[in-house]
């Protein structure tokens, strides 16, 4: 009798093995998947920053500059002991 408990234990530690493997194992799938997806998307930011920084040189700051949709900019410093 001892020994069909035994082998009933052996059982279901072999499922409950295999259950935990098969959860590893997707969970491994899923991280891999994730951390590629990432790494795809790093490397695309990549090469749109590499391609803006080329281009900015020739941005046109000075076409920007005269728009009239270019709001004005106003500095503001503080004047300490200033007598008038």
Do not use: Q
Not at 3 to 22: C, F, M, N
Not at 50 to 58: G, H, S
């Amino acid at each position: 009798m001892n020994a069909a408990r035994v082998e009933k234990w052996d059982g279901l530690l072999g499922t409950v093995h295999g259950l935990v493997a098969l959860c590893d194992t997707a969970v491994i799938i899923y991280f891999l998947a994730i951390n590629t997806g990432y790494l795809v998307l790093i490397f695309f930011a990549l090469a749109e920053l590499v391609r803006r920084l080329r281009r900015a040189p020739f941005a046109g700051y000075e076409d920007a500059a005269g728009s009239p949709f270019t709001p004005p900019i106003s500095v503001i410093m503080p004047a300490y002991n200033r007598s008038v």
